[in-house]
Nanobody, 116 residues
Framework: VQLQASGGGLVQAGGSLRLTCAPS????????MGWHRQVPGRERELVAS????????TYGESVKGRFTVSRDSAQNTLFLQMNDLQPEDTAVYYC??????????WGRGTQVTVSS
């Protein structure tokens, strides 16, 4: 599975961005798709994930109420709508696809920078 993420950029605090992740390859093997983010010196953290089979969604605590994850099942494309962005949201955002225990694929990452 290959993942191509796009949509990052520079935005002022309070602004919005929408990230897109387009998977390719053995898409039928994907069980969960998600977004994670990472800043230098810190561990990668979950932003949001969505189950392919039943659409169950999980959000990281820090983004609840501001970010919305969605998936276009026809195109197998994953989205992350980010509203009310804050400087602490600045990070590299990675798209992920969980296939089975021990097998998760990661995209290259897209930078999101929020200025105060």
């Amino acid at each position: 599975v290959q993942l191509q993420a796009s949509g990052g950029g520079l935005v002022q605090a309070g602004g919005s961005l929408r990230l897109t992740c387009a998977p390719s390859g053995k898409i039928s093997t994907i069980k969960v798709m998600g977004w994670h983010r990472q800043v230098p010196g810190r561990e990668r953290e979950l932003v949001a994930s969505i189950s392919v089979s039943d659409g169950e969604i999980t959000y990281g605590e820090s983004v609840k109420g501001r970010f919305t994850v969605s998936r276009d099942s026809a195109q197998n494309t994953l989205f992350l709508q980010m509203n009310d962005l804050q400087p602490e949201d600045t990070a590299v955002y990675y798209c992920s696809s969980f296939v089975r225990l021990g097998t998760t694929y990661w995209g290259r990452g897209t930078q999101v920078t929020v200025s105060s």
